[in-house]
């Protein structure tokens, strides 16, 4: 069983930036396709952006490309998404998501494809 903990999010002024993390507990990343969700109150849980298990392909939703970057770091067996220029419509509950990948390209974008999900970091931009 894969748990995922994510770590990170805050209160910030639009404007600013926030890493989140995204660690699992007692097992490896290897292997594994990841992404990034968001949920913001009355909303549907949306794709923020996803990257294979190899980390060579990656791809983010139109409304935050040029603004985050998803990337993970084998060797500490965590996942991070470094968000610059935060506006408040990225207020949300953030969550990581694993899977194990069929290839090493392999990319998941649909939250419907997922096998293990965080219970979510808060994310709060001020306006």
């Known amino acids: 069983q894969v748990q995922l903990v994510e770590s990170g999010g805050g209160l910030v002024q639009a404007g600013g930036s926030l890493r989140l993390s995204c660690a699992a507990s007692?097992?490896?990343?290897?292997?594994?396709?990841m992404g990034w969700f968001r949920q913001a109150p009355g909303k549907e849980r949306e794709f923020v952006a996803a990257?294979?298990?190899?980390?060579?392909?990656?791809d983010h939703t139109d409304s935050v490309k040029g603004r985050f970057t998803i990337s993970r770091d084998g060797a500490e067996n965590t996942m991070y998404l470094q968000m610059n220029t935060l506006k408040p419509e990225d207020t949300a509950v953030y969550y990581c998501?694993?899977?194990?990948?069929?290839?090493?390209?392999?990319?998941?974008?649909?939250?419907?494809?997922?096998?293990?999900w965080g219970l979510g970091t808060q994310v709060t931009v001020s306006s």
């Open positions: 990257i294979s298990a190899s980390g060579g392909r990656t």
């Open positions: 007692g097992h490896t990343f290897r292997g594994y396709a």
């Open positions: 998501a694993a899977k194990p990948a069929p290839a090493s390209w392999f990319l998941a974008v649909t939250k419907g494809e997922y096998d293990y």
